[in-house]
């Protein structure tokens, strides 16, 4: 660790209560998405970024702070402030910041109001001891991340509000950098049919049907839903050979069957079925041929069923990612994980598709960093102080190995 590390880390040591008691605050002030209200934090989280000396500007509820200049490379540092619903059965106040045995709990706590804590803590840090940027660092934090990214992320890299050589990315598992992230796609169903009295007018083959007979909509479903848990076996034959995170398990593709909705009543052939499905893909599993395999069997199956009303549509699609790990970026991060951590953390790969695919789309080289854990969507979410503490330090050190 040179100097300049050391003393960064000690700055960082003697912010704790302050950090501590920023993300407490953020977690004081309700951004759940749906519905999506952000006002507030994104007020809040401008006002310290003031404070601590970035230009700010605020674009469609989502915060950019600035510092550095235009002569050198430019890093964005990227958090997103938006939370998942509380929904039921807490057993701690979701928006108290409460601090029980080196935890703070309350509803994204680590998703993802931690990383927004670390990376302006980061910068205070870099400010504080004087350090001389050779380019930009932008501090960007945003909404809408839980619900796509399209009125969040991807709105300010349209707009070309927001620009960079490189991304680093809060919203990951601690511990370990991410290099290496999963294809995602999001895939619904709709099958349509003809409502008719279930026992009077059945749906059956000929010569047991006329024109009054019922279309059952969920039977077809099932030849669907039968399909895919094939393909989610064939799946299943391929592990990954990039490490997980500690505690992460799913070194294989997935389909989740995540939501069904069909039929009227136990007398009425139901005419509606709707089924909402996650794929999620290992780098070693491209999500364009698993779309393919599905639309090749749509159509053998329209061809095999004349009274089959089905369309399919896809709302997100993304290729995994796989990043290059002899860069210039890459080299900043593994060498802040010495500083950090007294050892180097080789790359991880994290599953969950995040808006990192917004920053890789556009060429711009992203890592992920932060302090996630198992909690996070679910009850009593908290975060560990120690890996708070710890992100806000490799924030700090990866932009001054990138940007010094
Ligand atoms: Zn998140």
Redesign the pocket.
């Known amino acids: 660790m040179n100097n300049l590390e050391k003393r960064i880390i000690k700055k960082i040591e003697e912010m704790r209560e302050e950090i501590i008691i920023f993300n407490q605050d953020m977690i004081k002030i309700p951004s759940e998405n749906p519905p999506g209200k952000y006002k507030e934090i994104a007020k809040f989280t401008e006002k310290k970024m003031k404070e601590i000396g970035l230009k700010t500007q605020i674009k469609r509820d989502n915060v950019i702070g600035e510092i550095g200049n235009q002569n050198g490379k430019s890093l964005l540092f990227n958090a997103?402030y938006d939370t998942v619903e509380v929904f039921k059965n807490w057993t701690r106040d979701p928006f108290g910041g409460e601090i029980i045995d080196g935890k703070i709990y309350g509803r994204g706590s680590s998703?993802?109001k931690a990383s927004v804590t670390a990376e302006i803590f980061a910068t205070k840090a870099l400010i504080e001891e004087k350090v001389q940027l050779k380019g930009r660092l932008l501090v960007t934090a945003v909404g809408d991340?839980?619900t796509g990214g399209l009125r969040g992320v991807e709105t300010l890299l349209q707009k070309g509000l927001i620009r960079g050589d490189a991304c680093l990315l809060g919203?990951a598992p601690c511990n370990y950098p991410i290099g290496y992230t999963g294809g995602t796609m999001y895939i619904t169903f709709t099958v349509g049919g003809k409502q008719a009295h279930g026992l009077g007018f059945p749906d059956l083959p000929a010569p047991y049907r006329n024109e009054r007979s019922g279309v059952n909509s969920i039977e077809r479903m099932m030849k669907i839903m039968n399909f895919l848990v094939e393909l989610k076996k064939e799946l299943h034959t391929k592990e990954t050979r990039y490490p997980l995170p500690e505690g992460w398990t799913n070194k294989v593709s997935n389909i989740n069957l995540a939501e069904i909705h069909g039929g009227n009543k136990i007398t009425t052939v139901p005419d509606k079925c709707y089924l909402h499905c996650s794929i999620n893909t290992i780098p070693e599993q491209d999500i364009e041929s698993i779309k393919k395999r599905i639309y090749d069997f749509v159509e053998n199956l329209k061809k095999d069923d004349p009274f089959l009303d089905l369309t399919v549509q896809i709302p997100i699609s993304l290729e995994p990612f796989v990043i290059d790990g002899a860069s210039e970026f890459a080299q900043a991060v593994q060498k802040a994980s010495l500083a950090v951590y007294n050892e180097e953390r080789e790359f991880r790969l994290f599953m969950p598709s995040?808006d990192a695919h917004w920053f890789q789309e556009r060429g711009i080289e992203t890592i992920l960093f932060g302090a996630?854990n198992w909690s996070?969507h679910a009850v009593d979410e908290f975060v560990y102080i120690e890996d708070l503490i710890n992100t806000t330090k490799m924030f700090a050190i990866i932009a001054l190995n990138y940007l010094v």
């Open positions: 997103h998703d993802n991340e839980e919203d995040t996630l996070c």
